[in-house]
């Protein structure tokens, strides 16, 4: 089969390997219809994630077909359409009982790996170094599927496969950091980074009741698209001083809540103090550039809740940690417990509540991967989401 | 293990820390009487004095707190001869009086001897010499009666221990265990049930003479409010006759106690989920590991 796989920094290359076979009882082969690259991937992309492998397939959000399941599997046939979530989870361990999914103990081989970082390991993740399992990932024609009784969701009405693709990860993750603001009426959230995450959580913002959303990014057309799908408020960090105009939109006061959709790799930032940080990352003092959390840490109000679905991945520096006691601030943060929001989000999707299609904004044949990842690290042609397609 | 003439060692490595502690606290508060005590005049001497007052404090530390002590130990007997070499172009330099270092000469290379002695004891005894010794724990949702059934049949271990290739009962409550080696070598060794409370613990050891000198227990415990089992796992291998301590540790593929922890894991897994979770055998665009860190077989 034909599958995107990781060589080193900028250079994904769609390779001829060989296909996936069942490993396990509770394995499922999935022939992929629909595949995505996520923000996250262009972590791998740029180098940031450790503990990659030249030929690791990527790709942690796909759909498609099931076509051969382990003898363990019983809620699954051949025939059966679904959507793969993003974290690999057992459904039997404390954690996953609990509905913590991406917290499972059992899904992560190299676990050891992940403790020595982390002091804990998180669930294992398809395509994403072998600190999070190295699993085979989805941007490719097939994919094995651990754990396939717990994880994949079938599709049995006929919506189109960009209707429902991104519950594998990116609309449950921008739903997940809006339901861990805890919203109240008249609450206003501030969101940094309008990629597809930071849209599907100013989405989820409004739908969880909040009054207003401020949504914070520096491409136009990331701005129009917050303004024009969810009715956000907009700044552009590139023309206004955020903090200043913050307070300026909240009273004084500061947001009720903020979501860092922005992650280890922020642009932004005063130019000293994005140099600083470029020069500890790139001597390994420091791991990830946290701007966007720095001021959003800042920007809240008192008593106020930061969620953090942006990926980081080791340390950093310069946290204001005199802000959050002093300001008595909520800090939640996770990988996303996907398989806990598939089914209430699926029931939206239905419902027409959304259609999360529109950040769609490229299609291309999964050959063109190499093309994709380019396109989308450097934001070429107004690039918010692509979609790969395989052709069988 | 420890026997009489290994506790003399203890004690002496005690005395001679809190030695080192002593002598560097008066070097570094009163560089200049110690430097007249040793018959060394000049005041220049004082910073040098001061660092070695350091010197001995870290030494002595040293051998209070870590493990190691023999290591330590070595350390003081390096700091010795240190402290011999100045003391000796003390001896050569006119300003410095002679009679006074020469007594310092002597005490130094006195006190230098018993480093050195203790240092051979401790490292050719007891608690610092190469026999393995690791703890785990892990908590695992199924009853302790579960994990007990498990674990009593020895044969099955090797489906969550990767390092060894069979354990087969040979009557008498006892296996025959067979493990990997380096260079596709196999290791083996006899080993009986020296304790069986069930639900609650099992203790094994290998039969005297046996190649590899190793003993383990497991323990069960209830975890509260339906939490399931907290296992607890000592295990303990002594380097054989003729053989050193280091090729013990290459039976693993990494650390012991990071092995256990593994094994301990994939015990879970498998009793938790019914399988362990895996890599091997997956589809890569690579024909091996190209770090030989992860994956020990892919297909590409």
């Known amino acids: ?392 | 293990m420890a026997n009489n003439q290994n506790n003399l060692g203890q004690r002496l490595a005690l005395g001679l820390a809190w030695f080192s502690i002593g002598l560097g606290l008066a070097q570094i508060l009163a560089p200049r009487r110690m430097a007249q005590t040793v018959g060394m005049k000049k005041s220049k001497s004082n910073t040098l004095m001061r660092m070695l007052g350091a010197r001995e404090i870290t030494s002595g530390i040293g051998i209070l707190t870590q493990r190691k002590t023999s290591k330590w130990l070595l350390a003081r007997v390096a700091g010795d001869a240190m402290d011999l070499a100045i003391l000796g172009s003390a001896f050569s330099s006119k300003r410095s009086d002679r009679n006074r270092v020469i007594a310092a000469t002597a005490a130094v290379a006195g006190v230098s001897a018993l480093d050195l002695y203790c240092s051979r004891q401790l490292s050719r005894n007891g608690s610092d010499t190469k026999k393995i010794q690791v703890r785990k724990s892990i908590t695992i949702g199924r009853s302790p009666e579960d994990l007990y059934e498990f674990w009593r049949h020895f044969d099955r271990l090797p489906v969550i221990m990767n390092h060894l290739v069979s354990v087969e009962p040979i009557g008498h409550d006892r296996w025959h265990w067979v493990a990997k080696a380096p260079a596709g070598k196999t290791v083996e060794w006899d080993a009986e049930l020296i304790e069986d409370d069930p639900n609650e613990l099992i203790a094994w050891r290998s039969l005297k003479g046996s190649q590899v000198d190793n003993a383990g227990v497991i323990q069960f415990e209830r975890a509260p409010a339906g939490r399931g089992t907290i296992v607890h796992v000592e295990l303990e291998y002594s380097p054989p006759a003729g053989m050193i301590g280091a090729k013990i540790a290459k039976l693993f593929h990494v650390a012991p106690e990071q092995q256990i922890g593994i094994d301990l894991r994939r015990f879970k897994q498998l009793m938790e989920t019914g399988e362990i979770a895996r890599t091997e055998g997956q589809s890569a665009g690579r024909a091996t590991s190209t770090s030989k860190k992860y994956d020990d077989y892919v297909r590409a």
């Open chain 1, 1 to 392: 089969m034909k599958a995107a796989c990781w060589f080193g920094k900028f250079d994904v290359r769609v390779e001829t390997v060989p296909d996936p076979e069942i490993l396990n009882p509770r394995d499922a082969i999935v022939k992929i219809s629909s595949t995505a690259v996520c923000g996250s991937d262009l972590h791998l992309y740029d180098g940031f994630i450790p503990t990659m492998e030249k030929g690791d397939i990527l790709g942690h959000e796909f759909m498609g077909e099931i076509v051969e399941v382990g003898s363990g599997v019983k809620t699954l046939r051949v025939g059966d359409r679904v959507v793969v979530p993003f974290p690999i989870s057992c459904g039997n361990c404390f954690f996953c009982k609990k509905g913590l999914f991406s917290c499972c103990e059992n899904s992560n081989p190299n676990a050891t790996l992940a403790e020595k970082m982390w002091g804990h390991s998180p669930c294992g993740i398809f395509g994403y170094s072998h600190l999070l399992g190295g699993y085979a990932g989805g941007q490719a024609e097939y994919a094995r599927v651990p754990f396939a009784d717990v994880g994949p969701i079938k599709i049995e009405s006929n919506l189109d496969d960009e209707q429902v693709l991104f519950l594998s990860d990116i609309f449950p993750t921008g739903y997940m950091a809006a339901e861990n603001c805890n919203i109240q009426p008249g609450d206003t959230v501030a969101v940094w980074g309008c990629g597809p995450v930071g849209q599907f959580a100013i989405k989820s913002c409004f739908m969880l009741g909040a009054e207003r959303v401020i949504a914070i990014d520096r491409f136009p057309e990331r701005l129009q698209m917050a303004r024009q799908e969810s009715g956000a408020e907009t700044l552009n960090y590139e023309e206004s001083d955020i903090s200043e105009a913050l307070a300026e939109l909240t009273g004084g006061r500061g947001p009720d809540a903020c979501i860092d959709a922005v992650g280890m790799e922020a642009h932004h930032g005063h130019g000293i103090v994005h140099a600083y940080d470029r020069v500890k990352q790139t001597m390994m003092l420091e791991t990830d550039r946290p701007i966007a959390l720095r001021e959003a840490l800042m920007a809240c109000r008192n008593g106020g809740t930061v969620s953090v679905p942006g990926v980081y991945g080791g340390l950093a520096d310069k946290i204001p940690i005199g802000s959050i006691m002093n300001k008595g601030l909520t800090i939640r943060s996770g990988q996303t417990h996907v398989q806990r929001y598939m089914r209430p989000l699926l029931e939206r999707i239905e419902r027409g509540d959304i259609d999360p299609s529109y950040v769609i904004t490229h299609r291309m044949p999964l050959e063109e991967a190499s093309k994709a990842y380019e396109m989308f690290a450097k934001k070429q042609d107004e690039c918010i989401k692509v979609v790969l397609k395989p052709e069988h």
